[in-house]
């Protein structure tokens, strides 16, 4: 059984960085086609990073330049790293990965940029 396990998440002030971990166990990630998404209260979960076979990555407008996804093979672990964090970017984050017979969500990290 896949499952994904996010951690890393927190309060921090606008202009500032976080990074996410979503550690994968029962499966390689690279197996699997590895998505970052968050939800704010009252809005639509969005997507915010995906992890593509090939290790090809694309992010929405909204994160495009600020957002990194990437994995790391040897600790089985996807990463998101987000700099010049805004208000707007609060919400909480969830990791998904997706493969053959696989849906797997983990449980959500909260971010809260606030000053």
């Known amino acids: 059984q896949v499952q994904v396990v996010e951690s890393g998440g927190g309060s921090v002030q606008p202009g500032g960085s976080l990074r996410l971990s979503c550690a994968v166990s029962g499966i390689p990630w690279k197996q699997l086609v590895m998505m970052w998404y968050r939800q704010a209260p009252g809005r639509e979960r969005e997507l915010v990073a995906r992890?593509?076979?090939?290790?090809?990555?694309n992010y929405p407008d909204s994160v495009q330049g600020r957002f990194t996804i990437s994995g790391d093979n040897a600790e089985n672990t996807v990463y998101l790293q987000m700099d010049r964090l805004k208000p707007d970017d609060t919400a909480v984050y969830y990791c998904n990965a997706l493969g053959i017979g696989v849906n797997s969500w983990g449980q959500g990290t909260q971010v809260t940029v606030s000053s």
């Open positions: 992890l593509g076979a090939g290790a090809t990555a």
